[in-house]
């Protein structure tokens, strides 16, 4: 009878695997790289640090800085999902021109690291107090606010009871395809390291993801259609009634959207470039390439080629503060499959104006960034 002996580390693999469901072995591992380049034309006085993506977070990268971007500059998240071996540390090899050195680790989040992990706001809620608030929704380009517009819609809080008049928004039904980053994911950045990205870095070159249970091929390259967005340049010209918006040609982009917001007293003023109805905030995120094409149709979306829109001259007229202005140029939302796992890519450009703020606007950008949308709408409409 011969007897063979199984090395450690390759017994502690198939114990592993037998120990795993057969559907969990099946199931391919999932990369997801998110990136965006962020701008805010008009912030004077900030020089190198206006360009430095950590700034908001003490001058470090944290993971879900994608999705609701504090300061100028290029970010990306990774998240690794392997099912053969969920929440395990790996690596990722990249190229030189990403700015990063030669490879990435990719952790397993920490409860402080997972905190950009949802889309939500936190919101300032209703019940704090006796009170009336008001949102006023605008939509279009043009000279002239078009038919049925404002839309108003109130909400009056007296000793605990709440009232509404008018007829709110509902937001668009925008796919939930955001990572939420639990314990079965390896993430970069993470607490090991927090390097910002290069304002010149590039994704183009190859890349190789190695781990334990990874699969041994899950390398590919990353051409230009992947690649990190220009920078999104734009511009409000408040010389007139109303407000131009302009911006520069994106290379790569699929479509824009914009949205503005000014506070006036007790009254919320919003406005959207959208043609069919008023659109919020939701719309600034990834959304994938099928629905960007299928509501630039429909109007929802500014076109690719679109430069310019006006916003109506009524609708921030005899305001005490200049509106905040949010927009987003779409980029591509691909995936690379092989056999045994999955890539997927997606980018955005993303510019906030916050013209005539002055020297403020640093600190008032602070908040804005993230919240003041989806707050606006989650937490006074209780949505």
Not at 365 to 382: E, I, N, T, W, Y
Request: with cysteine; glycine share 14%.
């Amino acid at each position: 009878m011969q007897i063979r002996f199984i090395p450690a580390a390759s017994a502690l693999a198939l114990a592993i695997a037998v120990a795993l469901p057969a559907s969990a072995q099946e199931q391919p591992a999932n990369l997801y790289i998110d990136v965006a380049t962020h701008s805010m034309p008009g912030m004077p006085g900030m020089g190198v640090f206006g360009r430095l993506p950590g700034a908001m977070s003490g001058g470090s990268a944290s993971y879900g800085m994608t999705r609701h971007p504090g300061m100028p500059g290029k970010y990306i998240d990774v998240a690794l999902h392997n099912p053969g071996l969920p929440g395990r540390p790996a690596a990722q090899a990249v190229p030189r021109g990403l700015g990063l050195g030669g490879s990435i680790d990719l952790l397993p989040p920490t409860q402080k690291n997972s905190q950009h992990g949802d889309e939500g706001g936190t919101g300032v809620g209703l019940a704090d107090g006796n009170g009336t608030f008001r949102i006023r929704y605008y939509w279009g380009c043009g000279d002239k606010a078009g038919a049925g517009q404002p839309r108003d819609y109130s909400v009056t809080v007296r000793n605990g009871k709440v009232m509404e008049t008018g007829r709110g928004v509902k937001p668009r039904q925008v796919p939930g395809n955001a990572v939420t980053p639990g314990p079965a994911f390896a993430l970069w950045p993470n607490p090991s390291t927090r390097k910002t990205v290069p304002m010149k870095a590039s994704l183009v070159g190859q890349h190789h993801v190695t781990g334990d249970q990874v699969p041994a091929s899950m390398q590919f390259a990353l051409g230009e259609e992947h690649d990190f967005l220009p920078e999104l340049k734009l511009q409000g010209d408040a010389s007139g009634g109303g407000m131009i918006l302009r911006w520069n040609a994106v290379e790569g982009a699929r479509g824009h959207f914009a949205h503005a917001t000014v506070s006036d007293g007790d009254t919320i003023v919003m406005w959207s470039s959208s043609e069919d109805g008023y659109a919020g905030p939701e719309l600034l995120a990834y959304l994938p390439e099928a629905l960007v094409a299928k509501w630039v149709k429909a109007r929802t979306l500014l076109g690719p080629e679109a430069r310019e829109c006006r916003i109506p001259d009524a609708v921030f007229a005899h305001k005490g503060a200049a509106p905040m202005v949010q927009m987003i140029a779409y980029g591509n939302d691909r995936s690379i499959s092989r056999d045994g796992w999955t890539v997927h890519v997606r980018s955005k450009s993303t510019a906030m104006l916050m013209p005539g703020a002055g020297a403020s606007m640093q600190d008032a950008a602070k908040p804005a960034a993230r919240d003041v949308g989806k707050s606006m709408l989650r937490g006074l409409l209780g949505r």
